[in-house]
């Protein structure tokens, strides 16, 4: 298997697949573009190149990063001859099953043997599509979110058939970039969609049973969980604020909704167990030693009041209802 990837191939040269190819080409590493004709490949590469250009102009990118994109990303007029030489390649085609089986498997056959080939699909499982490819030990989702070249997270979707051998040099393709790569396993919607829809649901269901506006359901979510959850995500969270907290909040909230809040059995185990998280230095997956809670609140205070002053000096997301109550205030 392949221990470092220096030549990729991008399959798809939309906004995502140039937002992956652009940003690993910054970074060094000799990319090609693909997509349904040499026009449409050649139309996302000048993007790219004009993305990435506005970015440096904008003081987003060091200087040198459009000539660093330019030396290292190339348009192909076929699949088949982006993938030759590729130690990496990356199907990003459209959310369809049959189209994306179809892709896999020119590329499998037209790519080297030990080349890793990746599917950047966001809910279809890797069980789904492996059949389709050669040697599916090589064959894992690489799953970028949009704007793939501003987020940092990447899921990593392992099947049945994928060698643990592949990930190292995965992992050390995205470190290259400044990505970071999630090892997860191949449940329906991985685990960013499984998290993101259930948030969807229930806030849309917030204003359809008239709780709360949209508007200040996503004041709510912005100001406070959104606010937070750079810095203390879920899991972490439970440990600061309590586990037995939350598990009384479960019933109280099953009790009035139904059984899709029940408290999850590891949360009552733990509890059960008498971790109750920071304030007894028992969380729900590790200790905490009394000096690192101390150094935790000062992280936090730091964290908080930082993400305070980078909220006010960007100011409301252009267009938003807040922006448009600004202005009036202001006037």
Same mark, same amino acid.
């Given at each position: 298997m392949i221990n470092r990837i220096e030549r990729v191939a991008v399959i798809g040269a939309g906004y995502m697949g140039t937002g992956i190819a652009q940003r690993l080409a910054a970074a060094g590493v000799t990319v090609t573009v693909t997509d349904a004709s040499p026009e449409l490949a050649e139309a996302g590469r000048q993007r790219a190149l004009r993305d990435v250009a506005r970015d440096v102009e904008a003081g987003l990118l060091p200087a040198g990063t459009t000539e660093a994109v330019e030396a290292n990303l190339t348009a192909a007029a076929t699949l088949e001859e982006a993938v030759r030489d590729a130690d990496f390649v990356e199907e990003v085609v459209p959310e369809v099953l049959e189209i994306k089986r179809d892709v896999l498997a020119r590329i499998s056959a037209a790519a080297r043997p030990d080349a890793i080939i990746g599917s950047n699909t966001s809910t279809i499982? %890797?069980? =789904?599509?492996?059949?389709?490819? $050669? #040697?599916?030990? #090589?064959?894992?989702?690489?799953?970028?979110?949009?704007?793939?070249?501003? %987020?940092?997270?990447? $899921?990593? !979707?392992v099947g049945e058939a994928t060698e643990e051998a592949v990930l190292p040099a995965i992992k050390e393709l995205l470190q290259r970039a400044d990505w970071v790569g999630a090892v997860v396993g191949d449940a329906p919607g991985f685990v960013l969609n499984r998290l993101q829809f259930? =948030? !969807?649901? $229930?806030?849309?269901?917030? !204003? +359809? &049973?008239?709780?709360? @506006?949209? &508007? *200040?359901? +996503?004041? !709510?979510? #912005?100001? @406070?969980?959104?606010? #937070?959850?750079?810095?203390?995500?879920?899991?972490?969270?439970? *440990?600061?604020?309590?586990? *037995?907290?939350? $598990?009384?909040?479960?019933? =109280?909230?099953?009790?009035? =909704?139904? *059984?899709?809040?029940?408290a999850p059995r590891v949360l009552t185990e733990a509890v059960a167990d008498g971790r109750h998280g920071m304030k007894n230095g028992r969380g729900l997956f590790r200790d905490y030693a009394p000096e690192t809670l101390d150094e935790i609140a000062a992280w936090r205070a730091k964290a908080y009041t930082g993400m305070s002053r980078l909220l006010a000096e960007l100011g409301p997301m252009p267009g938003s209802t807040t922006e448009s109550e600004t202005e009036e205030t202001s006037a």
């Amino acid at each position: 298997m392949i221990n470092r990837i220096e030549r990729v191939a991008v399959i798809g040269a939309g906004y995502m697949g140039t937002g992956i190819a652009q940003r690993l080409a910054a970074a060094g590493v000799t990319v090609t573009v693909t997509d349904a004709s040499p026009e449409l490949a050649e139309a996302g590469r000048q993007r790219a190149l004009r993305d990435v250009a506005r970015d440096v102009e904008a003081g987003l990118l060091p200087a040198g990063t459009t000539e660093a994109v330019e030396a290292n990303l190339t348009a192909a007029a076929t699949l088949e001859e982006a993938v030759r030489d590729a130690d990496f390649v990356e199907e990003v085609v459209p959310e369809v099953l049959e189209i994306k089986r179809d892709v896999l498997a020119r590329i499998s056959a037209a790519a080297r043997p030990d080349a890793i080939i990746g599917s950047n699909t966001s809910t279809i499982p %890797v069980r =789904l599509m492996a059949s389709a490819v $050669e #040697r599916p030990e #090589r064959f894992l989702v690489v799953h970028w979110s949009n704007p793939a070249h501003l %987020v940092p997270g990447v $899921e990593l !979707v392992v099947g049945e058939a994928t060698e643990e051998a592949v990930l190292p040099a995965i992992k050390e393709l995205l470190q290259r970039a400044d990505w970071v790569g999630a090892v997860v396993g191949d449940a329906p919607g991985f685990v960013l969609n499984r998290l993101q829809f259930a =948030l !969807v649901r $229930e806030a849309l269901l917030l !204003v +359809d &049973e008239g709780h709360a @506006t949209a &508007e *200040d359901v +996503d004041i !709510v979510l #912005r100001t @406070t969980l959104g606010f #937070r959850m750079p810095f203390i995500p879920p899991i972490a969270m439970l *440990d600061m604020a309590g586990l *037995d907290i939350y $598990e009384k909040g479960y019933g =109280l909230l099953q009790a009035e =909704l139904g *059984d899709r809040y029940s408290a999850p059995r590891v949360l009552t185990e733990a509890v059960a167990d008498g971790r109750h998280g920071m304030k007894n230095g028992r969380g729900l997956f590790r200790d905490y030693a009394p000096e690192t809670l101390d150094e935790i609140a000062a992280w936090r205070a730091k964290a908080y009041t930082g993400m305070s002053r980078l909220l006010a000096e960007l100011g409301p997301m252009p267009g938003s209802t807040t922006e448009s109550e600004t202005e009036e205030t202001s006037a």
